[in-house]
């Protein structure tokens, strides 16, 4: 695909919920209840936001800031600063060039990116365009365990010969959660718009149930991954293999037992289990049931950079970032990707500099106002 063209943003953005409005005006009816519908009344959608915004932080003051910076390590690599792009699948819902253009973004501004099962554009043609680019962040490619595990094994195979550096394991969406939006609108696909990735992958065969069997439990769920598929999938890559959808201490203990070369604090942006905890809520417990065994990492409801120095305060590596990508990139394609990234790296550097942090290794829960 050609290097997306450059496109001018509307007027008057400046802070993510200036993209969100915008973007409302430009998606269609059948896009805007995909992309920012959550499951059930959305309850847990807006405790992703609301839990940041009840976190304070405390300023210290005179501190040396000259030199300071947003570098930080992650799986033995050094970034130029804490956010990713979290996972979307279908991008092109939203623009032509769909997840080609935020692949550009997330290069040109140093940002890391974890690409969908579910992207409408072939992983390879993503890593082709931008693994040459000096200034990128990882690369990771998101896996959902496929019916045929033959296929997932193709899938893996594919990232692996296609340079990904890591795979993202989606642990937390067994089933999808009841998206009343999505139901409301009637959403569907539109033509040209497909699971890139997944083109050939044959339809199961349906399962005969007997009177009083469930469709979910006694069919369905028999293709659900369990603990078993992480150790399967171990014993398949050579890649580092993170955990995406922990919220339970437990989980994450096991996880780090089992060998899991990092987590994601994650409840799926509100779009699986509907009152499921906000991820600012559950992140230290997180962090300490890992004892500092491998990175957390952590998304939900992020929009400002302050946001990002809660998360990194709270015990984060990183933050991964959605729905702000995704508004946009409806708004302005690539250029818009960018402008969210560089709105959130411009106010987590404010921040830095406003309570006293030189850098990232400031950050710690001392900066947060917990009475």
């Known amino acids: 695909m050609p290097i997306p063209a450059l496109q001018a ?18 998606l269609d009816a059948n896009a805007w209840a995909y992309f920012a519908g959550g499951a059930g009344d959305e309850i847990t959608l807006r405790a992703n936001r609301s839990a940041w915004d009840g976190l304070t932080l405390t300023p210290r003051v005179l501190r040396p800031l000259v030199g300071g910076h947003t570098r930080c390590t992650l799986l033995g690599r050094t970034l130029a600063h804490p956010i990713m792009l979290a996972p979307v699948a279908f991008q092109r819902l939203a623009h032509p060039d769909g997840e080609l253009a935020s692949a550009y973004a997330a290069a040109m501004l140093g940002a890391g990116q974890v690409l969908s099962t579910q992207s409408s554009i072939a992983l390879e043609t993503i890593a082709q365009a931008v693994l040459p680019e000096p200034t990128r962040g990882p690369l990771w490619f998101q896996l959902y365990p496929q019916h045929d595990r033959g296929f997932t094994l193709e899938l893996v195979r594919r990232a692996e010969a296609a ?52 469709a979910l439990f006694d069919a369905l769920l028999h293709q659900a991954p369990t603990w078993d598929d992480l150790a399967w999938l171990q014993a398949h890559t050579r890649l580092p293999i993170l955990l995406k959808g922990i919220l339970h201490p437990d989980d994450a203990r096991l996880a780090c037992e089992l060998g899991a070369a990092g987590l994601i604090c994650s409840n799926h942006g509100g779009r699986t289990l509907d009152t499921a905890p906000a991820t600012a809520r559950v992140l230290a417990r997180i962090c300490a ?9 952590v998304d939900g409801g992020i929009r400002r950079g302050t946001d990002v120095l809660k998360a990194l305060a709270l015990g984060a590596s990183a933050v991964l970032v959605g729905r702000p990508i995704v508004w946009g990139l409806a708004n302005a394609g690539a250029a818009g990707v960018a402008h969210v990234l560089r709105l959130l790296r411009d106010e987590l550097e404010i921040a830095m500099a406003l309570t006293g942090c030189h850098t990232l290794a400031d950050a710690g829960p001392w900066l947060l106002d917990t009475q």
């Not at 049931?289 to 990492?297: D, F, K, M, S």
């Open 163 to 214: 340079g990904y550096e890591a795979l993202v394991l989606t642990a937390d969406a067994p089933v999808s959660g009841a998206r009343d939006r999505e139901r409301r609108a009637g959403f569907r696909l539109p033509p040209g718009v497909e699971a890139a990735n997944l083109a050939g992958l044959a339809v199961p065969p349906p399962r005969e149930l007997a009177p009083g069997q469930s």
């Open 289 to 297: 049931a890992t004892e500092g065994r491998v990175p957390v990492l």
């Open 9 to 26: 943003l509307p007027p008057g953005v400046v802070n993510l919920q200036d993209h969100e409005d915008a973007a409302r005006q430009r």
